[in-house]
Nanobody
Framework: QVQVVESGGGLVQPGGSLRLSCAVSGSIFSINIMGWYRQAPGKQRELVAK???????TYADSVKGRFTISRDYAKNTVYLQMDGLKPEDTAVYYCNAGVRPITSDRYLEVWGRGTLVTVSS
């Protein structure tokens, strides 16, 4: 069993900041990629940022220079620091991870339930 718990969403004014957290727990052997996706109303889910086991980071063009992804490998936790938020950042943000359970030799993709970020004045 693997659990994915996100936190940190909420309402913020344009130009403000929020920090999302996502902790992955359970019977885990290892985690490779961890990342954040988002889905705005009426739109498809899109990648926001991801970080590999080796620390390589990828960002969507729309968030480069404003968002920062980081990871605590010991705690199996990934963070998304969001600065300079814009109304178009409003969406449900989902945590995603590639997890190898201790009972398997394969990596499985797991998702959180999502946390709502609303940017509005």
């Amino acid at each position: 069993q693997v659990q994915v718990v996100e936190s940190g969403g909420g309402l913020v004014q344009p130009g403000g900041s929020l920090r999302l957290s996502c902790a992955v727990s359970g019977s885990i052997f290892s985690i490779n990629i961890m990342g954040w996706y988002r889905q705005a109303p009426g739109k498809q889910r899109e990648l926001v940022a991801k970080i590999t086991g080796g620390g390589s980071r990828t960002y969507a063009d729309s968030v480069k220079g404003r968002f920062t992804i980081s990871r605590d490998y010991a705690k199996n936790t990934v963070y998304l620091q969001m600065d300079g938020l814009k109304p178009e950042d409003t969406a449900v943000y989902y945590c995603n991870a590639g997890v190898r359970p201790i009972t398997s030799d394969r990596y499985l993709e797991v998702w959180g339930r999502g946390t709502l970020v609303t940017v509005s004045s």
